[in-house]
């Protein structure tokens, strides 16, 4: 049986592109990347009108659950 692996970035914490490497296998995903040939969105979860969360999927199989979206 495969183990389905999470991984949680805070987009705040990665460079000012937003671009980051996997945790897994290092695959660079990047918002401005809309092929979907790196990674697919599974899920958006909002707060109100805002973004809260985003929960991609890489190509590896990882789950990434993005935050940092919403400002303190």
């Known amino acids: 049986m495969k183990r389905l692996m ?13 671009a980051f490497p996997c945790p897994k296998c290092g695959a660079v995903i990047s918002p ?8 697919s969105i599974l ?3 909002l707060k109100g009108n805002s973004l809260e969360k ?3 999927q890489c190509k590896c199989g990882s789950e990434i659950h993005l935050v940092g979206f919403l400002k303190p």
């Open 43 to 45: 899920e958006k979860k």
């Open 32 to 39: 401005a990347d809309e092929s979907q040939n790196v990674y």
């Open 54 to 56: 985003l929960i991609i």
């Open 6 to 18: 999470l991984y949680e970035i805070d987009l705040t914490k990665t460079d000012r592109t937003g």
